[in-house]
């Protein structure tokens, strides 16, 4: 086994997680922001600003196993996160996340209710079923020249970023997607889903990174160039993976990953820093996009781990809120995803905590542990998994589970479970039987799918007492709240979900399954 810097090990160290962090690294960067904006002056010499930070998929059982982690196997003495939540200046609420054809959403009508405070359907961004485009939050913010970002760790092409600037009725049309941004353009725009924009895998041949470049952009590829640029009133366009960026756990531990990669930390610094440059404010979107595709995968320590990033990320922001206060801060998941949950093990579940903390040793994510194991034997299954785990004791039944799952044609379990290999791997690692002599991790999930529970919403700084105090509010909700922070006024058309079930076929099971391969590769 391997810790990030490549040396050998039990696994990666709290010192190597520190050392590898983009946090250590993005907060170093503080300074240049402090220069862009000087202390004394707010945001933009008094401009208002708007932080959106979201953790997608992110059910509450995640952010306590994240918080859990942090503090009993990192050494911290809290989480930025439950920091906030504790903040007396921070209103906490939970909010609903159905859509206008579910009461389970996908992050398309999540992310659009936000950005124009109206649902629409699954599978729809910032338009209604009838084909009328709604304004968004960002196209407002452009309209009053505030400047505006997106930072995801996902495709910047994916729904949650992709809806406060695209009107497409089918999330799936990523080309089309691309050039919506294009036509925008963004001042600041960093993520995955370099294919979009590559003239060598466009349909139409078009080189969007050289249309980004002549039109004024620091275009960046690697992390490297990122970290590299200068303070500029250019806007900045980078893409730094061909599809998703890789899950943070892969990051860390595969250093030709982690050099071409930023963090989520890292970006966000470098998105501050530029947009900071408007004096009149500005608007920018941060996502913490990969939570989301770890627990359709049943992928714990992923989740966990893409998490933990996003805390750290937060430690940045509210740094940069103490320096500029006139920057609201909204926190938030746009759905939760898998069913995580956090088990009690043992008699008396008092082996609940150690079972949790023995998921920390795991270097790699099911994206690259599945790979890894397809087409190997029995034994050589057994080999790759623990030296991935550091689990050596699977059972000849695990052994097979994990063999039949990675065969053409295999089915996972019955039940709301429709990939088999990772959903394989979940149960495996969820694996806790202290009467056999059995005790790994104990997180379980109860499908690979979406959730409808509510979502944790947490508003800080000014602005954040125009949420109310409501303990419960809808995601549309939101829109009103950063409207009136930045003082926008503009209300969009709506429709009933009566009127959206006449105009909307419902999904093919094809259609479905093609949907699900395109969201998480």
């Known amino acids: 086994m391997t810790s990030e810097n490549g040396q050998a090990g039990k696994g990666i160290s709290r010192r190597d997680f ?60 809290s989480t930025a996160i439950y920091d906030l939540m504790a903040d007396r200046k921070t209103i906490a609420s939970y909010m609903g996340t159905s859509s206008l054809s579910s009461i389970v959403t996908d992050s398309a009508p999540a992310s659009a209710a936000w950005a124009t405070g109206v649902k629409t359907v699954n599978g729809s961004l910032s338009s209604l079923p009838d084909g009328t485009k709604l304004t968004t939050i960002l196209e407002l913010a452009r309209a009053r020249q505030l400047a505006t970002g997106l930072v995801t760790t996902t495709r910047v092409t994916h729904a949650t970023p992709a809806a406060w600037v695209s009107h497409s009725m089918n999330r799936d049309l990523e080309n089309d997607i691309a ?138 922001v509210r740094e940069y ?46 994206e690259r542990l599945t790979p890894m194991l397809r087409g190997k034997s029995h034994a050589e299954i057994r080999t790759i998994f623990a030296s991935q785990t550091l689990f050596n004791d699977l059972t000849d039944a695990e052994v097979d589970l994990i063999y039949n799952s990675l065969q053409p044609g295999a089915k996972a379990y019955p039940g709301d479970f429709g990939d088999a290999p990772s959903t394989a791997l979940g149960q495996v690692l969820a694996h806790s039987d202290y009467s056999a002599g059995i005790r790994r991790g104990n997180v379980g999930f109860t499908s690979n799918n979406h959730n409808g529970e509510d979502q944790l919403l947490l508003v800080h700084g000014n602005g954040a007492e125009r949420l109310g105090v409501n303990a419960y509010v809808d995601n549309t909700d939101l829109f009103r709240v950063m409207c009136d922070w930045l003082g926008l006024r503009h209300s969009n058309p709506r429709m009933s979900s009566a009127a959206a079930a006449k105009l909307v076929k419902p999904m093919s099971q094809k259609a479905w399954a093609r949907h699900m391969e395109l969201h998480v590769r």
């Open 18 to 77: 520190v050392s590898g962090l983009g946090a250590t690294a993005a907060l170093a960067m503080i300074p240049s922001i402090a220069n862009a904006v000087p202390l004394d002056s707010g945001v933009a010499n008094g401009g208002r600003s708007v932080i959106f930070l979201v953790g997608d998929g992110m059910p509450t059982g995640v952010v306590r196993a994240m918080h859990e982690t942090a503090t009993r196997v990192f050494g911290e003495e």
């Open 179 to 316: 050039l919506d941004y294009v036509g925008f353009k963004p001042d600041v725009l960093l993520g995955g889903g370099t294919r979009f924009f590559s003239k060598t895998n466009r349909p139409d041949g078009r080189d969007l990174f050289a249309e980004f470049a002549s039109g004024g952009y620091d275009v960046v590829r690697s992390r490297t160039e990122l970290k590299n640029l200068g303070v500029s009133d250019r806007g900045i366009f980078g893409t730094f993976n061909n599809s998703h960026m890789s899950y943070y756990v892969d990051r860390l531990n595969v250093p030709a990953l982690g050099n071409q990669e930023p963090t989520l930390a890292e970006m966000t610094s470098v998105a501050l820093n530029r947009l900071s440059r408007n004096k009149r404010g500005f608007v920018l979107q941060v996502e913490a996009g990969r939570i989301d595709h770890a627990n359709h995968a049943n992928d714990a320590w992923s989740a966990i781990m893409d998490t933990y990033e996003l805390d750290l990320t937060l430690r940045l």
């Open 321 to 366: 809120i103490r320096m500029n206060p006139n920057t609201l801060l909204i926190m938030t998941s746009d759905h939760g995803c898998g069913g995580f949950h956090t088990n009690g093990t043992g008699p008396g579940y008092d082996h609940a905590t150690a079972a949790l903390a023995k998921l920390a040793p795991v270097i790699a994510s099911f």
